[in-house]
C-alpha cells in the first residue's frame, strides 16, 4: 500500500527543486500575455500580422538557438 508519509522527504526535495523552474515559466507566460494585449492595440483591421510578429519575437528570446523555430 502507498504511503505518503514514507516519500514525504523526497516530495519536499523535489519541490523545492522545481519550484524556481515553475516560477520562471509562470514569469514567461505573463511575459507573453501581456506583450501580446499591447500588440493587440495595434491590429486594426488584420490582427494577424502584429501577433505573428510578437510570437516570432517571444519564442526566438524565450528558447535556445539550437531549440527556436525561427533560426
Same mark, same amino acid.
Not at 31 to 59: E, F, H, I, K
Given at each position: 500500500?502507498? $504511503?505518503? +508519509? /514514507?516519500? /514525504? *522527504?523526497? !516530495? /519536499? +526535495?523535489? =519541490?523545492? =527543486?522545481? =519550484?524556481?523552474?515553475? =516560477?520562471?515559466?509562470?514569469? &514567461?507566460?505573463?511575459? &507573453?500575455?501581456? *506583450?501580446?494585449?499591447?500588440?493587440?492595440? !495595434?491590429?486594426? *483591421? *488584420?490582427?494577424?500580422?502584429? !501577433?505573428? +510578429? @510578437?510570437?516570432?519575437?517571444? $519564442? $526566438?528570446?524565450? +528558447?535556445?538557438?539550437?531549440?527556436?523555430?525561427? @533560426?
Amino acid at each position: 500500500m502507498y $504511503s505518503f +508519509s /514514507k516519500y /514525504k *522527504d523526497q !516530495y /519536499k +526535495s523535489n =519541490l523545492r =527543486l522545481a =519550484l524556481p523552474v515553475v =516560477l520562471t515559466q509562470l514569469g &514567461q507566460i505573463l511575459t &507573453q500575455v501581456a *506583450d501580446n494585449l499591447m500588440v493587440g492595440r !495595434y491590429g486594426g *483591421d *488584420d490582427p494577424v500580422p502584429p !501577433y505573428r +510578429s @510578437a510570437g516570432r519575437c517571444s $519564442s $526566438s528570446f524565450s +528558447s535556445p538557438p539550437s531549440a527556436s523555430r525561427w @533560426a
